[in-house]
């Protein structure tokens, strides 16, 4: 009887060992885990951490040194008792004249994107419509004096040229590969206070009936545009352009969240004609209309239709000579449907003075075509 007690004593000791020993294993493998766990959180922290740090700073590293900033300035006589001086351009130099100018200066400010490496700039229009003199300051901080080498006032383009070489450019995105939801850069100059980047994303696509240009296919964005961003970059994430910064929609003239920007393809159609020609060749039919909305398609006795009525025809224009007739409906041009005035605007302005485009409509209920030849569209100042 006492050796089974002492075995029962034997055996719960070496029980208890047991379970000392395994809660030991399972609370030290329970640390391992923990210290397993918590390395990999550290990893995902670090490596989130890093991802946030890197942002789209390469993007913009990539972009910035191919966007200028633009000073425009307008001389005057000054009064003899006036005290103001040439201070806009000296600052903009970085120096500080002693001796009081003889002429006063008016400024205004911009930006621009450098589109060819030997000093061509595209920028907006309104930017340098009043000026008697053109400054550029590059992104190295060089400051250069620049020559208008044309405009286009129905785009809001211009191009300008400075004497320096081996200047970086942008590479233009795929515009037909932007996507509304697209994260999207504005780099310009806002209120000369420096290069600024502001984000968003491309809110719309397309967008006409704005009344800013003649010639609208607006890409929408909310990044900030402000005044001094006009002419400056739209970028993606990639660094690649893919509008020139134009105009923002305001009822109170500041920042609403809405904005306009240049399609690039159609920038780069521009500026390529200024290069070459020093002005943008347009095809020209000599005929206005308006859209058939519904107030119009009851006043012609029509249930639905699409196309353009034309409400005027120049006296010996190209639509004239075709044959066309206030009241006509336009619905086909070069067997391209029109639903819009900017459809029509857009497709003429892509002929060339001497090309021959057929027209399809309606007249009197009835059907007709005709064929006319455009001449070149006259150019339109501000």
Request: glycine share 10%.
């Amino acid at each position: 009887m006492q050796k089974q007690k002492h075995a029962f004593v034997y055996f719960l000791a070496w029980l208890s060992i047991g379970i000392v020993s395994g809660l030991a294993i399972l609370l030290y493998r329970g640390d391992i885990r923990v210290d397993l766990n918590q390395a990999n959180s550290s990893n995902q922290l670090a490596q989130t951490t890093q991802h946030r740090h890197t942002g789209y700073a390469d993007a913009v590293m990539k972009a910035a040194p191919a966007v200028v900033s633009i000073r425009t300035v307008i001389w005057s006589a000054a009064t003899d008792d006036s005290k103001a001086d040439d201070e806009v351009i000296q600052r903009f130099l970085g120096k500080s004249s002693p001796h009081r100018p003889k002429r006063q200066a008016e400024a205004s400010t911009g930006s621009g994107v450098i589109i060819r490496s030997n000093g061509y700039i595209l920028t907006n229009y309104h930017v340098i419509e009043q000026r008697d003199e053109i400054m550029v300051r590059l992104n190295d901080g060089k400051v250069a004096k620049a020559e208008l080498i044309g405009a286009d006032p129905e785009t809001d383009l211009a191009v300008l040229k400075i004497n320096q070489d081996n200047l970086p450019t942008l590479h233009a995105a795929d515009i037909t590969k932007i996507k509304v939801g697209d994260i999207v850069l504005a780099i310009g100059d806002p209120f000369a206070i420096g290069q600024t980047v502001t984000q968003g994303i491309i809110s719309a696509t397309g967008r006409t009936r704005v009344s800013l240009n003649t010639y609208e296919n607006f890409i929408q964005t909310d990044a900030a545009i402000n005044p001094g961003n006009s002419g400056g970059a739209l970028i993606n994430t990639a660094g690649d352009i893919v509008g020139i910064n134009s105009n923002i929609f305001s009822s109170t003239g500041n920042f609403q969240g809405i904005s306009f920007a240049i399609p690039i393809d159609l920038a780069q159609k521009v500026a390529d004609q200024i290069i070459k020609n020093g002005l943008v060749v347009r095809g020209w039919l000599g005929a206005e209309g308006q859209e058939l909305t519904p107030p119009v398609l009851r006043s012609l006795e029509l249930s639905s239709a699409h196309g353009i009525l034309v409400t005027s025809v120049d006296k010996g224009g190209p639509g004239d000579k075709a044959g066309l007739e206030p009241g006509d409906i336009i619905t086909k041009i070069n067997q391209h449907d029109i639903y819009s005035t900017s459809d029509i605007l857009n497709l003429i302005a892509d002929g060339r003075p001497g090309d021959e485009f057929l027209i399809e409509g309606i007249r009197a209920r009835q059907s007709f075509m005709t064929r006319a030849i455009l001449g070149q569209r006259p150019l339109m100042s501000r």
